[in-house]
């Protein structure tokens, strides 16, 4: 037999096994057997009585309270609530944003509002005495000794 032959034996071989096995699940699938019935209650003396059907709230409120899933962020891991940033005082006009999905590759249009020069600036460039956070859309957030202040887009 040539290694052609064997090919086409394999080919054929593997046809034949995958119809089977479509056959087999397709059978599977469409039988329909009668569901099985329960099995019946024990008559032990020792068996818990039947829970209410008030039980899944409190079982739901156990788990909560027990925190089972991590939902409740640990104490260092808690973000404390910050006021928003107030208005720059920089001698800085914003004229436009381009913002990425990535916000390190997002841009910031700035004008010198002393010399009208432009400047195109990225996150973490410094513009006079502050340094560029974060860019967004028709804003950004600069930090200042340590403060959070923003530039805003003028209509």
């Known amino acids: 037999m040539t290694e052609y032959g064997i090919r086409r034996l394999a080919m ?3 046809a034949l096994f995958l119809a089977g096995a479509a056959l087999v699940v397709v059978t599977a699938w469409r039988f329909d057997a009668a569901p099985l019935a329960p099995p019946a209650p ?3 003396p020792k068996a818990p009585p039947p829970r209410p059907a008030t ?3 409190e079982l739901t409120r156990a788990i909560l309270a027990n925190d089972v ?3 409740t962020p640990l104490p260092d891991q808690r973000q404390q609530t910050k006021e928003p940033p107030k208005a ?4 800085m006009e914003l004229t436009g944003t381009v913002i ?3 916000g390190r590759q997002a841009a910031a249009f700035l004008r010198d509002k002393g010399n009208k020069s432009q400047k195109v600036y990225a ?3 410094t513009v006079k005495d502050a340094r560029i956070k974060s860019i967004g859309k028709n804003f950004v957030i600069l930090e200042r000794q340590g403060r959070e202040e923003i530039l805003t887009m003028k209509p």
Do not use: K, Q, R
């Not at 720059?88 to 001698?91: H, K």
């Open 12 to 14: 054929g071989a593997s």
């Open 42 to 44: 024990a008559a032990s």
């Open 55 to 57: 039980a899944a709230p």
């Open 69 to 71: 899933f991590g939902l």
């Open 88 to 91: 720059a005082e920089i001698d």
């Open 100 to 102: 990425a999905a990535d």
């Open 123 to 125: 996150v973490g460039s």
